[in-house]
């Protein structure tokens, strides 16, 4: 379960911001539609770097260290970005740098996660694969409806979740000892 968990705040934070983003780009920074897709989808790249670079990692650390690594950057990107949008606002550097450090960071914790939830019960891997993923994704996408009823304009209480959920993705990573 703390694997699952692990992985379902770290998702949570995407599906809350992902519920708001495209009306926070356009609203509060000007941006149009096609330009956001443009950074999202180089957000997607950072998320594969940070796959790529957890792979390599591992081999040299092991899952542990690594994942405890990737755990930290969550927490530390939804802590920085709830600080800097309460200091600052909506800002394009605001939102961009934490966010890829979170995206980045889900990159690496994404897979370790699932090969921890399957590594508990490896005679039933598939099962396990299978239930932890749809469990992990069930309540992240909990926080896209929570996003959603805390949007009124103003970013500051989505920003407060996302920061709760990667708080919570380190809490729960003490499950998985």
């Given amino acids: 379960m703390g694997y ?16 708001v983003a495209a009306v926070v ?3 509060h920074l000007g941006i149009s539609a096609a330009r956001f897709g443009v950074i999202w989808g180089g957000m997607a790249l950072v998320y594969v ?8 990692l591992t081999s040299r650390l ?6 405890w690594a990737g755990t930290l950057m969550i927490v530390f990107s939804g802590a920085a970005l709830l600080l ?25 914790q994404t897979p370790l ?3 921890g939830a399957v590594n508990c ?13 749809s469990m992990a994704l069930v309540l992240s996408g909990s926080f896209s409806i929570m996003a959603g009823y805390l ?12 920061a709760a959920s990667s708080a919570m993705a380190g809490v729960t990573y003490w499950l998985t000892r």
């Fill in 25 to 27: 780009f356009n609203d």
């Fill in 49 to 56: 770097a940070g796959a790529a670079g957890g792979a390599r």
């Fill in 84 to 108: 800097d949008v309460a200091a600052s606002g909506v800002t394009l550097v605001g939102l961009l740098a934490p966010l890829t450090l979170l995206m980045f960071a889900a990159g690496i």
């Fill in 62 to 67: 092991g899952m542990r260290r690594v994942l």
């Fill in 113 to 115: 996660s699932v090969a």
């Fill in 121 to 133: 019960r490896p005679d039933i891997a598939g099962t396990a694969a299978g239930l932890s993923s």
């Fill in 4 to 19: 699952t968990l692990m992985y379902a705040f770290m998702q949570g934070c995407f599906f809350a911001f992902l519920a």
């Fill in 151 to 162: 949007y009124s304009g103003d970013f500051l209480p989505v920003a407060a979740l996302i």
